[in-house]
Structure formats: C-alpha cells, structure tokens
C-alpha cells in the first residue's frame, strides 16, 4: 500500500489540480514524474497501482462516505434522495441498520477487489505464459490529447455496446444460467444505493461490469494514462449514478444516467440496459418515469 501513496502516484492526480506553475512546467514535471514512476517499477505494478488508487479515490472512498451518511442520518439523506425514504438502504428512514444492507455493500467492495485480481491475472496470463505484450500500454511516451480522445470514445461506445448486449440478451434471458443469479442478487435490491454499482453475484459482476470495463481498454490497448481517465470517468459515473442523490457534479448527464439505473431496476428490468442508453435509445428498450407511473396505474385500476 504504501507504494500506492508513494509521491510518483499520487502526483499524476494532483498536479493537475494543485500546481501554480505554467502549463510547459506542469507538462515537464508531469512527463519527469510518470518517468520516474515507470522506470522505478514493473508495467504490471504501474498498472495495478493506479488501478487500485484510481478506484479507491473516484469509488470506494465517495461512496462508503455516502452509504455511511445513508445508513447513519437517514433523517439527512432523505433530503437529498430522488426516491425519498424509499431510495435509502433501508427503505425508511425509522429502518435500523441491518445486515442485509450491509452484506450488499461487503459484496460490492469484494467484487472490485475481484475485478482488480482477475485483470492482474489476465495481465499475467498474456505477459508471461503467452508471450505477449501486456493488455495496456506502459511506456514513458505520453499519448497525443487526440489520441486520448479517439481511444477514450469509441472505448465508452464499445463499453456501452459490450453492457448492453450482455444484460439484454445474458442477464435478462429466461434460458441463461447466470440470469437466476442476477434476479436474486441485484433484482432483489428494491433501489440502488451507494456501493450497489458493483453488487452482484460474482460471476454476473464480471460479466456485466469487468469485462465491459476492461474489455474495450484490452481491446484497443490503450496508453496507461489513457486508461487512467477511462477508469476515472466511469468511477466518477458509477459513484454519483449509484447514489440514488438528486445532487450531480453534471445534473444533465449523470442525472439522466441515474434515473436510467433507477428504473430498469423499479420497471422490473423492461429496459433500460446500457448505461448511457444510446442503444436503448435506438433498439426502443427506453423506460422512463413517465411509463413506470402510468404501468402502476393501470395496475392500481385493475385492483
């Protein structure tokens, strides 16, 4: 762990955010630092490290301090929940703090822990039993912004694509093995709260989130760096898109993003399977509130 805080590591996040110097500086001691950080270490530590920390500051840590605050002042949190009492873990805010709840957020710690172990075996697997060169890119060359942006598009799009097709036509098939895991574990959860992002059974996990993560950085092989805003992106979206909060860094985006995962889970899974619904969008498995509300009607006039 200490490697992880080491000052090689963490400068690669904050000297963007806290250096004063110019921009030609903060290139120069950027590029001197990522040297130094890939020529001290192994490519598959490089990859791990930033992995791992990559995860702890954009996930793990925002979003135990959202369960926490959700579990600990409920009376707080259903202010700001979009599903009122109904969107805390307990489903009340008089709910005590029981171990269901807190298994669910056990489970989804457990399964990043997972994730980060099956990549580190994957890395492992192509590098030194296959021969091959490793999954991402670890060289003391930095990426071209163009090129960051070009990798980082179409691997959100192959990422979008990828989580679709698996829950459509995987986790949501009555003749697929993995779908009765997937009803019992994360269909049982009556809302998603924090750390529910990546609660699921094991093996559904890696179906549906390891590998339309890792999958398309794999794929293309993308520059280190390159990886690193990708995984960033994606545990900023899945902290705040999880947390079931009205409050959004993008209200616009990550709002819309939230109110998806919100109701493929309230509609019973009708829709709603990729995470930016682009393929919803064009394959017409779209669900909005509006659709939810005039479904419990009908339900409510046939009672």
Not at 65 to 85: C, M, N, R
Request: glycine share 6%; hydrophobic share 45%; net charge neutral.
């Amino acid at each position: 762990m200490d490697a992880i805080f080491s000052l090689p590591v963490l400068s690669l996040f904050l000297i963007p955010t806290v250096s004063s110097y110019t921009t030609s500086l903060n290139l120069i001691f950027f590029y001197m630092t990522w040297s130094t950080l890939v020529l001290s270490h192994p490519p598959l530590r490089v990859e791990l490290f930033a992995t791992i920390t990559v995860r702890l500051l954009f996930y793990v840590l925002p979003s135990l301090a959202f369960f926490l605050f959700d579990i600990l002042t409920p009376s707080a949190a259903v202010v700001v929940k979009a599903q009122g009492e109904w969107g805390l873990p307990g489903g009340s805010r008089k709910a005590k703090i029981r171990w269901k709840e807190i298994k669910v957020a056990l489970w989804g710690l457990a399964n990043v822990v997972l994730g980060i172990a099956v990549q580190a075996g994957v890395e492992m697997v192509r590098t030194k039993v296959c021969g091959m060169k490793s999954a991402i890119r670890v060289s003391m060359g930095l990426p071209m912004p163009w090129e960051m942006v070009k990798d980082l598009l179409r691997g959100l799009f192959a990422r979008e694509v990828i989580s679709y097709t698996t829950h459509r036509y995987i986790l949501h098939n009555t003749s697929s093995v993995v779908t009765e895991h997937h009803k019992t574990w994360y269909h049982a959860l009556h809302t998603p709260f924090p750390l529910t992002a990546h609660y699921d059974h094991p093996l559904v996990y890696l179906l549906s989130n390891f590998i339309p993560t890792y999958g398309p950085a794999m794929l293309f092989r993308f520059h280190m760096l390159t990886y690193t805003l990708y995984l960033t992106l994606i545990s900023i979206e899945e902290t705040f898109a999880y947390s079931g909060y009205t409050f959004m860094p993008t209200s616009f985006f990550l709002g819309g993003i939230a109110r998806r995962i919100d109701m493929h889970l309230l509609s019973d899974a009708e829709g709603n399977f990729g995470p930016w619904g682009i393929l919803d969008w064009i394959c017409g498995t779209a669900v909005d509130s509006g659709e939810d509300e005039d479904r419990e009607e009908r339900d409510v006039e046939r009672e």
